[in-house]
């Protein structure tokens, strides 16, 4: 009980900080703009109006993976230049509890620039906004969230000991929207796809959240097999994150040397 | 168990690599083997020369770094296999004005890490209260750190340190950047602390300050203890000196190094204070340098000359400069 009180209210306080930051701001409601436009141009072949609100829940997906991708990846780094991590650390809890909070925080703002590509996709190209199970969609964004904030524990612990994080982060955005089938269908993807997408929470995530705007299929058992997935991650990410805290203390990297 | 803090042969040595193109490892010793007790309830000084181990020597007792080799106890917890015993136990500050959420209120960050160990809920706003208006920071709790002043930052800092009362408290320069009427709101603050049973170990470069708290120091330079004690016992190691301070306008290194060189003389240093320069020169009890001194001084506009007892300070310089390091600087 009051551990989820303390994830809860730590998520809430990262989330202040997040949304603080003027460059992340304007990075959630302008780049979700383009994502509209694309998601717009590639679809407008298609007849149905149907598609396009697909299309536009699937770009602010992407959106969230970004957040979660760019924040948690670089989670403990950015924790680590405020000086802060020392700190977090300090605390007695196991390392993943003090992280966990951060990498939530992470996809919890990544829907700001998910509401705002539903925004432009109304106001701008008039996408009609009718869900199809409203109920199930109300459920399975927030549980998706859930998820990717687990999932982003897993990245955080591990690309602290990578040493090109970087460079790992930005190749790794484009091919999971795709693997994912955030952006097209998994169905026109080429075969080998299926496996990597099949154990990667982000595509069972966006499954269910399609699932609940379109009404194509049952939204639970994608939403069980996301949250199933997640927790394997944090499970892991844990893990890891002991790993690396004890790590960091040997070879003294807590502190901004 | 009256132990609040127990290190025997400490030891960290940090493995760095310098160079891009051709990486080279570079290692550096910089604690060689610290043995410390420190009892409850005692105020404890570091003391030394920047770079001396002491940062290193605070972050293995509170768990931020693994020993090289050794071990340490604080509360009778082993700091490597018990960190979360330790953890709970501990509170953290260090000078300087990072380390907070700056976008931010300084209440929200104190509740942030009020949370995180685990102070009951009920109990969360009165201890914020009195921490706030112990640091004086009451009325502006609500505005956004990154528009406090380095001070205000610093007592955040300490504010947040004494969240979950802790049995011992490391303080690694609490008092920089912190004005002279704080800094005294400060001392008054530790000491109560350490008169209401809280554990102490403090590092500070300001010697009326360690002299004013501290029940016990230890001088440390190169990573080892060079001498431990009260201060009344430390002020020993300038015993058989006398000191000679000069107030003077435009010495230069020459002189200053001609003046090192008399006989009798054991150290000579100059201070900037205000727009004048002191001249402190320790010398052997028996010899009386004065003349020589001012000889050496000749042409320089002097102010006022005063011969005095060794203070603390003084002591310090002699122990530092005696250390091997000191001496090979
Ligand atoms: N993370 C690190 N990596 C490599 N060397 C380090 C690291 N931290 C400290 N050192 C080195 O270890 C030595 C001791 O540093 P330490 O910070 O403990 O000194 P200190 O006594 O706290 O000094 P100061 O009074 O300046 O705070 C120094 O030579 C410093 O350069
Ligand atoms: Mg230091």
Redesign the pocket.
């Given at each position: 009980m009051s551990v989820l009180r303390l994830i809860g209210r730590a998520t809430l306080l990262h989330v202040k900080q997040l949304s603080r930051s003027q460059f992340e701001i304007a990075t959630a409601l302008f780049v979700p703009l383009v994502q509209a436009t694309l998601a717009v141009y590639l679809f407008r072949a298609g007849t149905e109006p149907h598609r396009l609100l697909e299309a536009a829940v699937g770009a602010g997906m992407m959106a969230v993976w970004s957040s979660v991708l760019f924040g948690s990846g670089g989670a403990i780094q950015n924790q680590r230049w405020q000086g802060t991590l020392e700190m977090l650390m300090l605390a007695p809890r196991p390392p993943a509890l003090l992280v966990f909070p951060i990498t939530l925080a992470t996809a919890v703002t990544g829907t700001y620039a998910m509401i705002a590509t539903l925004l432009w996709g109304g106001l701008v190209y008039r996408i009609p906004l009718d869900v199809a199970d409203p109920l199930a969609f109300a459920v399975s964004v927030p549980a998706a969230i859930l998820g990717l904030g687990m999932f982003g524990l897993l990245l955080a612990s591990t690309f602290v000991l990578l040493p090109n994080a970087n460079a790992i982060n930005n190749t790794l955005e484009y091919p999971i929207w795709l693997v994912s089938g955030m952006l097209v269908p998994i169905t026109v993807l080429p075969g080998w796809t299926g496996p990597v997408g099949a154990v990667l929470p982000t595509t069972w995530a966006s499954r269910a959240v399609r699932e609940s705007v379109t009404g194509s299929g049952p939204v639970w058992p994608s939403l069980g097999v996301c949250l199933a997935l997640s927790l394997g991650c944090l499970v892991a990410g844990a893990l890891v994150m002991s790993y690396v805290e004890r790590r960091a203390r040997a070879n003294?990297t807590l502190?901004l040397? | 168990m009256a132990l609040a803090i127990e290190a025997r042969d400490l030891r960290r040595t940090?493995r760095?690599r310098t160079g891009w193109l051709n990486p080279r490892r570079l290692e550096?010793d910089?604690?060689r083997g610290v043995d410390l007790d420190v009892r409850r309830g005692e105020l404890f000084g570091l003391l030394?020369?920047?770079?001396?181990?002491?940062?290193?020597?605070i972050k293995m007792l509170n768990t931020l770094l693994i020993p090289t080799s050794g071990s340490a106890r604080v509360c009778g917890f082993d700091v490597v296999s018990q960190t979360r015993e330790v953890r709970r136990r501990i509170g953290y500050v260090f000078g300087g004005d990072r380390g907070l959420y700056d976008r931010l209120s300084a209440l929200d960050n104190l509740r942030y890490f009020a949370e995180l160990y685990g102070v009951p809920a009920a109990r969360q706003k009165r201890r914020i209260g009195e921490l706030l208006e112990l640091v004086g920071l009451t009325g502006r709790e609500r505005e956004r750190v990154e528009g406090y002043s380095r001070g205000m930052r610093q007592r955040l800092h300490i504010a947040r340190g004494l969240l979950h009362e802790p049995e011992v408290l490391f303080l690694?320069?609490p008092s920089i950047g912190v004005d002279p009427v704080a800094a005294r709101e400060l001392r008054n603050t530790v000491a109560g602390l350490a008169a209401t049973g809280t554990t102490v170990l403090l590092?500070t470069?300001y010697m009326a300050e360690a002299e004013e708290l501290c029940d016990r120091i230890a001088v440390?330079a190169g990573?080892e203890i060079q001498a431990l004690g009260t201060p009344d016992e430390l002020k020993h190691h300038a015993e058989g000196r006398r000191v000679l301070e000069v107030q003077a306008f435009g010495v230069s290194d020459a002189q200053l190094a001609r003046i090192d060189g008399l006989p009798g003389v054991r150290e000579a240093s100059v201070d900037v204070v205000g727009t004048a320069q002191l001249v402190t020169v320790q010398s052997d009890a028996t010899v009386d340098v004065q003349a020589d001194v001012l000889r050496l001084l000749d042409g320089v506009r002097l102010g006022r000359v005063t011969a005095r007892q060794p203070t603390l300070e003084d002591a310090y310089v002699a122990i530092v400069g005696r250390s091997p390091v000191g001496a090979a600087a």
């Open positions: 003294a502190a040397a | 940090y760095t550096l910089a604690v030394g020369p920047n770079g001396a181990g002491k940062t290193t020597t690694d320069e590092t470069h440390i990573g």
